[in-house]
C-alpha cells in the first residue's frame, strides 16, 4: 500500500513569512509529484509538479524534491491570508494511480 | 473553457435508492477518475479509467460502479446508497498517466452526497 505522509497541522505563520510544508512517501518506484491547494469546501487546484531531484520555482511557491529521502516539499515566500488553505501532497508512479496525502492545514495570520 | 463538470452539486437521497452522479470534460483527456473525500481519511481513488472502456478499480471500489463508454463522461453509480457513503466526491481528469505535466489532475466542484 502507497502511503503518503503529511503533517495535518494546522501551520500557522505570519503574513509576509515563509511556510514550509512536508511531505514522505513510501515508494520508493513513484516518479511523479504534486502539490495541490484546496480550499474548504472546494476541489484541489494543482500548485505545481516535479519530477526531478531539486528545486523548482514558479512564483512565490517552490517545490523541492529529494527522491533519495523520499520527501517533498512546498515552501510559499512572503505568505498571504489568501494562501490559507489545505494543501495536499499526491504522488504517482507513471502508470499508476495518484495517492494523495491527508494534507496539511496553513493558517496565514495578517 | 476547459472544464470538468459534474452533477448533481448536491443531492440527498435515502438508503437503496440508486443514483448517478455524472461527470463530464471537455479537453480531450483519457484519463478520468472518481475520489471520495472524507475528514481526517483524505482523497481517497474509487474508480479510475485510462481511456474508453478501460476502468479499474481504486482503493474503495466497494458499493460503487463506473462505466466510460464515451471519452468525455465518467459516470458514477450507486446501485443501493449507504448512509456510509455520505462523502464529498470528486471527478478528475488528466491527459494520459505518464510522467510530469500530462499527469497533472485536473478536478470537477465536487458533489456533495447526503445518504440518510
Known amino acids: 500500500q502507497k502511503e503518503v505522509e503529511q503533517n495535518s497541522g494546522p501551520l500557522s505563520v505570519p503574513e509576509g513569512a515563509i511556510a514550509s510544508l512536508n511531505c514522505t512517501y513510501s515508494?520508493?518506484?513513484?516518479?511523479?509529484f504534486f502539490w495541490y491547494r484546496q480550499y474548504s469546501g472546494k476541489s484541489p487546484e494543482l500548485i505545481m509538479f516535479?519530477?526531478?531531484?531539486g528545486d523548482k520555482e514558479d512564483g512565490r511557491f517552490t517545490a523541492q524534491l529529494n527522491k533519495a529521502s523520499q520527501y517533498v516539499s512546498l515552501l510559499i515566500r512572503d505568505s498571504q491570508p489568501s494562501d490559507s488553505a489545505t494543501y495536499l501532497c499526491a504522488v504517482t508512479g507513471g502508470y499508476s494511480t495518484l495517492t494523495f496525502g491527508k494534507g496539511t492545514m496553513l493558517l496565514v495570520s495578517p | 473553457e476547459a472544464q470538468v463538470t459534474q452533477n448533481p452539486r448536491y443531492l440527498i437521497t435515502v438508503t437503496g435508492k440508486k443514483l448517478t452522479v455524472t461527470c463530464s470534460q471537455n479537453?480531450?483527456?483519457?484519463?478520468m477518475s472518481w475520489y471520495r473525500q472524507d475528514p481526517g481519511l483524505g482523497l481517497r481513488q474509487i474508480y479510475y479509467s485510462m481511456n474508453v472502456e478501460v476502468t479499474d478499480k481504486g482503493d474503495v471500489p466497494e458499493g460503487y460502479k463506473v462505466s466510460r463508454k464515451e471519452k468525455r463522461n465518467f459516470p458514477l453509480i450507486l446501485e443501493s446508497p449507504s448512509p456510509n457513503q455520505t462523502s464529498l466526491y470528486f471527478c478528475?481528469?488528466?491527459?494520459?498517466?505518464?510522467?510530469?505535466?500530462?499527469?497533472?489532475?485536473?478536478f470537477g466542484p465536487g458533489t456533495r452526497l447526503l445518504v440518510l
Open positions: 478528475a481528469s488528466s491527459i494520459t498517466p505518464g510522467q510530469g505535466a500530462k499527469e497533472t489532475q485536473y
Open positions: 516535479i519530477y526531478s531531484n
Open positions: 479537453m480531450n483527456h483519457e484519463y
Open positions: 515508494d520508493r518506484g513513484s516518479q511523479s
